[in-house]
């Protein structure tokens, strides 16, 4: 990410690493080791603060356990003085993680993003293995972080490691930096660790389709989708990632604008709405904080950054992210992002297929071949659409996407569309 080097969380604190997932039936424990409950006041003496003090600043943060058994981590954030951060850690001690593979956290924010910070017994004092924790105001969620999706980091620069060792972890703990001067308040009621399936595999089987419908709040996402037939896509390989606004975040547009988008004539610009929700790949939020912004499919720059403590993805702020599926991931939205007017226009059959080799050819050459493929397979399906596309074309584009999706290889499945996309372009260039 970029950065002005103006307060302390520019310099010293460190690059975005969040992999939260939303927990749900899909996801397959194993014996899970408890690493802190707060059941006791001896709970207490386990754990320490540390602000930005050290370093001069004047943020106030500390903890304390409430009648209901649980760790209150609050205070205020100041940024005078280049400071910017408070937390608090469990003091070193033998945990016995081995053979576990993810942290699960159960606790109540206040819609502030915080850091989960895991130390071990092998590293320099100054660094830790982060990865962010978002949260809804007054809501208790659980949440899971991989081991494998913290990374090491000190002073800003992300360093040279692999993934934490479980058996070496030896501490646990949370900060507050989001660049939000006030008072801040981290409910926590238990951690454990377990020895959970990777979040991809945990997913195994569930489609983007399947766990937005087993949600139950995406229902005029879905019902959009349908209507400008992209449910197959979105049930497809991919991968894709999903910007997913809720039923609420729909009600937010003008009365009647959701009836007028799902009637037929309006389907073009359906379609542009939809695909201005949908990034080519696998797009994790860690990886869209460190670029800053994602091209959606529709051709927009989507843009992620924090604004006053929210999470916000181009106007909307985010929910929940990281939600692992076989074919993609969700990232849920409190808003529907409309694109610029210019956007909103349909392009010809021609032009959707220039505009996918635009976006899929850097892709492919800088090695994100299932982005690129992801961006092929969308589009085959929408030139599958069009009347203006000729039958013979039609019945390329239809083999092109059978051989791909028999094939295994994603490398293949791209050329393999590719050279239907380049046929049916020459075909229509000759018409025009």
Known sequence: MKSNDTHFYHRFLFTPIFCAILCGPSFVFGEDKTIATFKGDESLKLWTSVNDGVMGGVSKGGFARSEENTLLFRGELSLANNGGFASI??????????????????ARGDGRTYWVDLRSDDQMAASSYRAYLATKAGEWQETIIPFKDFKLQAFGRELPAGPIKPN????????????????????????TATSAKEASKAAEGETIVDVAKAA?????????????????????EGPFTVLAPTDDAFAKLPEGTVDALLKPENRGQLIAILKNHVIAGKVTLAKALEAREANSLQGSKISFQFVEGRLLIGKATLLNADIMTSNGIIHTIDQVLLPASKEMKELNASQLIELAIERGVPLFNNGDIDGCAAIYEVTIEALRTMKTVPQASQKVLLKALEEAR???????????????????????QSQE
């Open 406 to 428: 028999a094939t295994e290889v994603t490398r293949d499945q791209a050329w393999i569309l590719r050279t239907a996309m380049d046929q049916t372009w020459k075909v229509l």
């Open 216 to 236: 139950g709040n995406f229902t005029t996402l879905l019902a959009a989708a349908t209507a400008a037939d992209l449910v197959d896509v979105l049930s497809g």
């Open 168 to 191: 070496s972890i030896n501490s646990i703990g949370f900060t507050i930096a989001d660049k939000k001067e006030g008072e801040f308040s981290l409910e926590i009621k238990s951690v």
């Open 89 to 106: 850690r469990m003091k070193p001690s033998e945990l016995g993680l081995n053979g576990t593979s993810a942290i699960t956290i159960q």
